[in-house]
């Protein structure tokens, strides 16, 4: 382990918690790599500042999962077949392209496909005239059959035509607007945290008050006019974004 690598007793989540968290991300960094053996019990608990019980909680469940093997008399392990976790994309792609790129299949579940009139509001952030009609879809998107965010999206209707007939329980969106001419290539977009309700904690088969990371994007073309906004509420364990920040002179 690292030097820096500590829990926090003071943390929200508990010892062991924080313990999978660090070990995992010594793996995801390449500090622990297949096949490597982590030091004795002993000295993770000095590094770490926990209990051996606490320390075996958090290897145990690693174990459990794949990342880690047991070797009696001998130690813990990486796992041979332990990949660092695949980030989600800082540039702008579609879910079918992000599930391609990690080797996963993608689905997704509709709940809602309908034509509304642009509230005066959405009509604003989408440049155009209140009333005029919306494709809205929601939908459960899933990797390997499990549920990672619940989006809902609105464009306006003639955008692409017929688009109210299509099925897009495997059909891409961003695939759909390609084929009619019409390509997003920027999205701005404002990410929060909060707690998932009782539906979107159906949906997203999680427990109601669980942490969710919610992203609002408004979709631009080439020449900066909006295509489309979404709102997609992710399950919090389910979703990381890496990016990056640079000071400006």
Known sequence: ???SSAVLPGYPDPLWIQAVALVRGEIERGVLKPGMRLAPERELCQQLGISRVTLRRALGHLVEEGVLSASRGRGWYVSKAAQPRKEWPNTLESFSETAARMGLTPRSQVLQNRVDPATIDQAERLGIAPGTMLFTLERVRLLNDVPIGLDLTRLPL???AGIGELDFGERSLYA???????EPVRADSTIEATKADDRTARHLEVDPGEPLLVMHQLALDAN?????MSTIRYAGERYRLRTSFSRTS
Not at 176 to 182: E, F
Request: charged share 10%; aromatic share 6%; net charge negative.
């Open 176 to 182: 759909t607007l390609a084929d009619a001419g019409v």
């Open 224 to 228: 900066q006019s909006p295509l489309f």
């Open 1 to 3: 382990m690292s030097d």
């Open 158 to 160: 003639g955008l692409v």
